[in-house]
């Protein structure tokens, strides 16, 4: 079973519940972060919560040897939860960040079963709590230190070089030291009055690799104490055609670039893989309103991994362009 808190107004009650239908945005509430709502989905059914309890009846579930059902955590349904800025006058204008000092729940999971108390199917979640608290197994929630909000003008990828083709060198040559280096471009937006930096409230960039291609970066020792990585690995690397003892450098303004190793996607600074957005090399364009165009060039380049033997295959990696306020 679940729902929204109908205790509290910033929790999913049913006056908070109007802040997102105003605007088209079902199942959208407001919270006690100015102009943030928040919208919770159960995956398994696609239903929003609300503050009148839905149900989902589990199946599948496992039994032990004395024959009794075992309720597992892959039984219990994917919860998406998303927090979406409500636009309001001049909220973009306040630099500011702090962690959201509101105790209560935004969401609630409850069981319903034989020998349990539980709410009922279909009452609000302001009247109806049976089973409150300790028949609850989950509970969202934005309070405490590790929620922090900021707000500040930041920007955003428009385009980016699709596909990065290097042209084809033979083991000799990377044990010669050779490599292949070839440009890609990005352009971005950004609101006019933006600070770059690596800094709290400040905007940077970073470029994040797949899942795959961080933990054989890992594999390699190619990582620092601050976990960002110095190359970017084939994402299947190890695989029989995969090239061996190669990866990719990024390289901004000529020098080599920090890649995010998928630890810490702020807040880790150079050495973690975050840069600030502005750079010298970049081209500029006033853009529509309150927006200023940017365009910049970067460098990717083939290379040989110190003290690993190359062997020859292919190598395919992907990577996300990432910019964020810190």
């Not at 409230?201 to 104490?225: E, M, R, W, Y």
């Not at 309150?290 to 020859?312: C, N, Q, S």
Request: glycine share 12%.
């Amino acid at each position: 079973m679940y729902a929204t808190n109908g205790l509290d107004s910033y929790g999913g009650a049913a006056d908070g519940l109007t802040d997102g239908a105003s605007i088209g945005l079902q199942g959208a509430y407001r919270t006690a972060v100015p102009d943030m709502l928040m919208r919770i989905t159960n995956l398994a059914t696609g239903q929003y919560f609300s503050h009148f309890w839905q149900e989902r009846p589990l199946t599948g579930l496992d039994t032990d040897s004395r024959g009794y059902l075992l309720v597992k955590a892959k039984n219990l349904a994917t919860i998406n939860v998303e927090l979406i800025r409500a636009n309001s006058e001049g909220v973009i204008d306040r630099v500011s960040s702090a962690a959201n000092n509101h105790a209560s729940l935004n969401g609630m999971i409850a069981i319903k079963g034989p020998g349990r108390q539980y709410p009922s199917v279909g009452a609000s979640s302001a009247s109806s709590r049976g089973g409150s608290y300790d028949n609850w197994p989950g509970a969202i929630s934005l309070f405490g230190s590790s929620t922090t909000i900021r707000r500040s003008r930041t920007c955003a990828v428009l385009n980016v070089t699709p596909t990065v083709q290097f042209a084809p060198i033979t083991v000799q040559a990377l044990n010669r030291g050779e490599t292949r280096r070839i440009p890609f471009d990005l352009e971005f937006h950004c609101q006019t009055g933006t600070r770059s930096g690596t800094s709290a409230d400040q905007t940077a960039i970073g470029f994040l690799p797949s899942k795959g291609s961080v933990s054989n970066a890992h594999s390699l020792g190619l990582l620092n104490s601050t976990l960002g990585l110095s190359h970017i690995v084939s994402d299947a690397y190890g695989a029989s055609y995969s090239a061996k003892g190669v990866a990719i450098r990024i390289y901004r303004n000529g020098s080599p670039m920090i890649i995010l190793g998928g630890q810490r996607l702020y807040g880790a600074g150079e050495q973690g893989g975050w840069y600030p957005v502005a750079s010298p090399n970049q081209g500029w364009n006033k853009g529509p309103g309150d927006t200023d165009l940017y365009h910049e060039a970067f460098e990717a380049e083939l290379e040989r991994i110190a003290g690993v033997e190359v062997k020859p295959g292919q190598i395919l990696a992907n990577v996300q362009v990432l910019i964020r306020v810190q």
